[in-house]
């Protein structure tokens, strides 16, 4: 059972535009998401977080919208660079496991800005 | 580079053998976790020890087993191998133990069981 989906596998987009990217949940009870990003042959690095208790969380070109009700982030890159392109991985933590660092994360997709 | 170490960086063996992979954190960081990615998957979480004690468990197979030694490096064991335990296996670590720490990501393992 997949309770963090990433539907779409690729993005493209080109540089300078906005790139958005979806994750839906299923769990009522995750209260802590996360976006990673990651590098052909590479580890994947954290991006940005948001708690349950926000709807929004920015840090430079990047924006993460959370919408309760619905179940859905977003994550917005603006402007998109080349250098963005990557996998992306949506990941949520739930109430239960906040004395631990267990994540369950998305499939990923795959964006690829293009010149 | 995000300082958290993975040996070896390819592996290649048959079904039924067993093989340990190995994991060291990022300096001062107590807590490492594990993370198997397979083809067109996300990470799944296997395990997550803190200064050497098992902190939480995923969906990790019996077959599985790993432990944090005193040093804090970790190590996975993957025994009676079949062909779907082909896999990318992450090590990450972490300062502390919640899910508000960051976690940094070693290279990985790239496992192929023939």
């Known amino acids: 059972d997949q309770q963090v989906k990433q539907n779409s596998p690729s993005l493209s987009v080109q540089e300078g535009r906005i790139s958005i990217l979806n994750c839906d949940y299923t769990n009522s009870m995750f209260d802590y998401f996360l976006w990673y990003k990651k590098y052909p042959a590479e580890g994947p690095t954290f991006l940005i977080s948001?708690?349950?208790?926000?709807d929004k969380n920015e840090d430079g070109r990047f924006t993460v919208f959370l919408n309760k009700s619905a179940k859905h982030l977003s994550l917005h890159i603006v402007p998109s660079q080349p250098g963005d392109s990557a996998v992306y991985f949506c990941a949520a933590s739930d109430h239960g496991s906040s004395n631990t660092g267990k994540l369950i994360f998305g499939q990923g997709t795959t964006l690829q800005v293009k010149p | 580079d995000s300082g958290v170490t993975q040996t070896p960086k390819h592996l290649i063996t048959a079904t039924g053998q067993r093989v340990t992979l190995r994991c060291s954190p990022r300096?001062?960081?107590?807590?490492v976790y594990w993370y198997q990615q397979s083809l067109d998957q996300g990470l799944q979480f296997l395990i997550q020890?803190?200064?050497?004690?098992?902190?939480a468990k995923g969906n990790i197979l019996e077959r599985f087993s790993a432990q944090q030694f005193p040093d804090l490096h970790s190590e996975l064991n993957l025994s009676s191998l079949e062909l779907g335990d082909s896999a990318l296996y992450f090590c990450a670590s972490s300062v502390g133990v919640t899910q508000r720490d960051t976690q940094y990501f070693g290279p990985g393992t790239r496992l192929t069981v023939l």
């Open positions: 020890y803190y200064n050497g004690e098992e902190r």
């Open positions: 300096s001062g960081d107590l807590s």
């Open positions: 948001i708690s349950s208790i926000k």
